[in-house]
T-cell receptor
Framework: QKEVEQDPGPLSVPEGAIVSLNCTYSNSAFQYFMWYRQYSRKGPELLMYTYSSGNKEDGRFTAQVDKSSKYISLFIRDSQPSDSATYLCAMSAKAGTALIFGKGTTLSVSS | DVKVTQSSRYLVKRTGEKVFLECVQDMDHENMFWYRQDPGLGLRLIYFSYDVKMKEKGDIPEGYSVSREKKERFSLILESASTNQTSMYLC???????????????FGDGTRLSIL
């Protein structure tokens, strides 16, 4: 079983839709969780960061962590064509250590 | 904002050449990382460094070495480039803090390296 599983998509939605992106993981020691957005030919850009369990909201984006189910989610409300990108989940057990990444989900939002 | 700068966006080299990829960060971060990103394989860690002159192997260090002579600069070296090292190379940096204050990794825009 891979440490981090992420559905690669592609995921296509109309503008204004609510998008749900998910990752599951196997290592119960993970406690730092991140979502990165990567546009074509660019590096990953940090979108959301959560320590331990719970929810975090930033504008149209909400990150959720459920450590009991080993499951993390990113919700995008009122999706826009500019949200079209690859979304990577990443996590680690200790602060500052190397991250374990999911393989990314490609999202396309059509106007 | 954190700025991680990779010296080249695109690079073409020949098999057997020694290749240097440079990365500089401007936030005085202790930690620096080199990943490669390939379709279907995601990001894989090559090497990382927690301090000047300090390095640790990641998951795929074979064929690579690194150098960190100054805190802000982390170099990746392909000792003798091979075609299977054609990839997107990403540098990242981070600052260690406990708990919710931890500073996650910030990435550069990557170097797309082709080995012919």
């Amino acid at each position: 079983q891979k440490e981090v599983e992420q559905d690669p998509g592609p995921l296509s939605v109309p503008e204004g839709a609510i998008v749900s992106l998910n990752c599951t993981y196997s290592n119960s020691a993970f406690q730092y969780f991140m979502w990165y957005r990567q546009y074509s030919r660019k590096g990953p850009e940090l979108l959301m960061y959560t320590y331990s369990s719970g929810n975090k909201e930033d504008g149209r984006f909400t990150a959720q962590v459920d450590k009991s189910s080993k499951y993390i989610s990113l919700f995008i409300r009122d999706s826009q064509p500019s949200d079209s990108a690859t979304y990577l989940c990443a996590m680690s057990a200790k602060a500052g250590t190397a991250l374990i990444f999911g393989k990314g989900t490609t999202l396309s939002v059509s106007s | 904002d954190v700025k991680v700068t990779q010296s080249s966006r695109y690079l073409v080299k020949r098999t057997g050449e020694k290749v240097f990829l440079e990365c500089v960060q401007d936030m005085d971060h202790e930690n620096m990382f080199w990943y490669r990103q390939d379709p279907g394989l995601g990001l894989r860690l090559i090497y990382f460094s927690y301090d000047v002159k300090m390095k640790e192997k990641g998951d795929i260090p074979e064929g690579y070495s690194v150098s960190r002579e100054k805190k802000e600069r982390f170099s990746l070296i392909l000792e003798s480039a091979s075609t299977n090292q054609t990839s997107m190379y990403l540098c990242a940096s981070s600052q260690i803090r406990d708990g919710d204050s931890n500073q996650p990794q910030h990435f550069g825009d990557g170097t797309r390296l082709s080995i012919l």
